[in-house]
């Protein structure tokens, strides 16, 4: 079973620096998946970036980049040159291979941009 | 782009009503999910569905059913509505990929459930 934990409940950040949000994961599966979502105050989950566990290159999506250490088991969101619309919710899952389809969340970091 | 709908933002419902949290997808997706969300539990899987009239339990489905006559449809039932079933509800979808890993799960916006 996958276990996912962040570790910052809240996090501030200047708008226009970049920011990281830690998660770090454990589990015993050889193939597995890393997600990023997004929960703005309207409540709805937005999925931000992807990795796979087989990804040697580190997942990038416009402003956002996942710094992937397999060793470690981190899976770090890195947001760059932050908007006053990037404060949410940000939240790390991740699923794995075989029948079970489950994404398995950790509890959240609370991003609040300052102008 | 996906979209997933769920059919209502907020709802009040009193102790022991019957509750159907009712969520649609347009995207011709196998997968869905129900979870619920708490402050400080993240989010918690209910149930979720690999198919039509198919369904798995997640972490807790104590006090929920499902159904799922539909591939679009995929309904939660608080078949006695208690208190501490107050939450935010979250459907997702996803398409099966041939890496079952590197599913993408697509939320909608949310019921925000008070049962009084």
């Known amino acids: 079973a996958q276990k996912i934990t962040q570790t910052q409940p809240g996090m501030f950040v200047q708008e226009k620096e970049a920011v990281t949000l830690d998660c770090t994961y454990d589990?015993?599966?050889?193939?597995?998946?890393l997600f990023w979502y997004k929960q703005p105050s309207s409540g709805e989950m937005i999925f931000l970036i992807y990795q796979g566990s087989y990804d040697e290159q580190n997942a990038t999506e416009g402003r956002y980049s996942l710094n992937f250490q397999k060793a470690r088991k981190s899976a770090n969101l890195v947001i760059s040159a932050s908007q006053l619309g990037d404060s949410a919710m940000y939240f790390c899952g991740a699923n794995s291979g075989g029948s079970n389809y489950k994404l398995t969340f950790g509890k959240g970091t609370l991003l609040t941009v300052n102008p | 782009d996906v979209k997933v709908t769920q059919s209502s933002r907020y709802l009040v419902k009193r102790t022991g009503e019957k509750v159907f949290l009712e969520c649609v997808q347009d995207m011709d997706h196998e997968n869905m999910f129900w979870y619920r969300q708490d402050p400080g539990l993240g989010l918690r899987l209910i149930y979720f569905?690999?198919?039509?009239?198919?369904?798995e339990k997640g972490d807790i489905p104590e006090g929920y059913s499902v159904s799922r006559e539909k591939k679009e449809r995929f309904s939660l039932i608080l078949e006695s509505a208690s208190t501490n079933q107050t939450s935010m509800y979250l459907c997702?979808?996803?398409?099966?990929?041939?890496?079952?890993?590197?599913?993408?799960?697509?939320f909608g916006p949310g019921t925000r459930l008070t049962v009084l």
């Open positions: 589990t015993s599966d050889q193939s597995y998946g």
């Open positions: 997702a979808s996803s398409l099966p990929e041939p890496w079952l890993y590197t599913d993408t799960q697509y």
């Open positions: 569905s690999y198919d039509v009239k198919m369904k």
